[in-house]
């Protein structure tokens, strides 16, 4: 099975701040990496595959970068709304698996 | 807009058979659908896939517990996990998707206990 890793564990940031989130699988993955927020009691949401492709709707601020083992997830400026957990996942082969997670919270 | 509903019991007793159901609306159940599962305090598990050919995809941790399908004519899809146990504690989620291509829908998911 391919690890991800994700880092840091967690974050404290204040509205308006950059927040970027390491992804690293522990082989070459090309660009199969999804991005999701999820926030406690919800259903997770996509925000990013083939690791840079925006989903409909979701808001600018977010963006994603890299290919083969590393990844990085960037919130631009932090809205209050974007207080969640983030998870990468690989589609590049089965059984597809997840990072453990980045919490985002308010500093 | 998709939606999706998970619906099961809420306690399961240990070697006794998880089943559950995925209600989906707002979209013909077509493609390929998952099971994922978060244990509490860890990583998000995908457990398989379906597609409504009856193809699965199982995680070769779960396989030879596992079965799941689709109910085409009810638009949900299913899964069966026999020989619970506490491990198989966890918020069990569907969603559309083949991981493969991402999981787009989900649903709100549903705390199974194996108690």
């Known amino acids: 099975d391919i690890q991800m890793t994700q880092s840091p564990s967690s974050l404290s940031a204040s509205v308006g701040d950059r927040v970027t989130i390491s992804c690293r699988p522990s082989?070459?993955?090309?660009?199969?990496l999804t991005w999701y927020q999820h926030k406690p009691g919800s259903a997770p949401k996509l925000l990013i595959s083939a690791a840079s492709s925006l989903q409909s709707g979701v808001p600018t601020r977010f963006s994603g970068s890299g290919s083969g083992t590393d990844f990085t997830l960037t919130i631009s400026s932090l809205q209050p709304e974007d207080f969640a957990t983030y998870y990468c996942?690989?589609?590049?082969?089965?059984?597809?698996?997840f990072g453990p997670g980045t919490k985002v919270d308010i500093k | 807009q998709v939606q999706l509903q998970e619906s099961g019991p809420g306690l399961v007793k240990p070697s006794e058979t998880l089943s559950l159901n995925c209600s989906v609306s707002g979209d013909s159940i077509s493609g390929y659908w998952s099971w994922i599962r978060q244990p509490a305090g860890k990583r998000l598990e995908w457990i398989g896939r379906?597609?409504?050919?009856?193809?699965?995809d199982y995680n070769p941790s779960l396989r030879s517990r596992l079965t799941m399908s689709v109910d085409t004519s009810r638009n949900q899809f299913s899964l069966r996990l026999t020989s619970a146990t506490a491990a198989d504690t966890a918020v069990y989620y569907c969603?559309?998707?083949?991981?493969?291509?991402?999981?787009?829908?989900w649903g709100q998911g549903i705390l199974i206990t194996v108690s």
């Open positions: 379906v597609d409504t050919s009856g193809r699965t």
């Open positions: 996942q690989q589609s590049f082969s089965l059984p597809f698996t």
């Open positions: 082989q070459n993955i090309r660009s199969y």
């Open positions: 969603a559309r998707g083949s991981g493969s291509r991402p999981f787009d829908y």
